[in-house]
């Protein structure tokens, strides 16, 4: 998991499966787990379904990288300069 969150923090794109684990592990965190709203944002007959996967994959993130601890430096003018 901890694999997962640095590589969407440095920019590399996730592949599906690897979204669907972020979320997932996310929903055992908060206690609130339902696969049909996973299948529902993959759904590629969902028009709304990208932009609501992008908001989940990056919320899961966040939130997880604390239970992981990974740490991200950031200069001043906002560039990330490492992740671990």
Do not use: W
């Not at 901890?2 to 590589?7: A, R, Y």
């Not at 440095?10 to 787990?33: F, H, R, W």
């Not at 994959?57 to 939130?63: G, H, K, M, Q």
């Amino acid at each position: 998991m901890k694999n997962i969150i640095i590589k969407y923090f440095s920019g590399q794109p996730l592949n599906i499966d690897e979204c669907v684990k972020l979320m997932e592990a996310y929903m055992v965190k908060v206690g609130k787990t339902n696969s049909t709203i996973i299948q529902k944002l993959i759904d590629p007959m969902n028009p709304f379904g990208q932009g609501m996967l992008q908001q989940a994959v990056e919320i899961s993130a966040r939130t997880l990288s604390e239970d992981y601890n990974i740490t991200r430096v950031i200069s001043k003018e906002g560039h990330l300069l490492m992740i671990y």
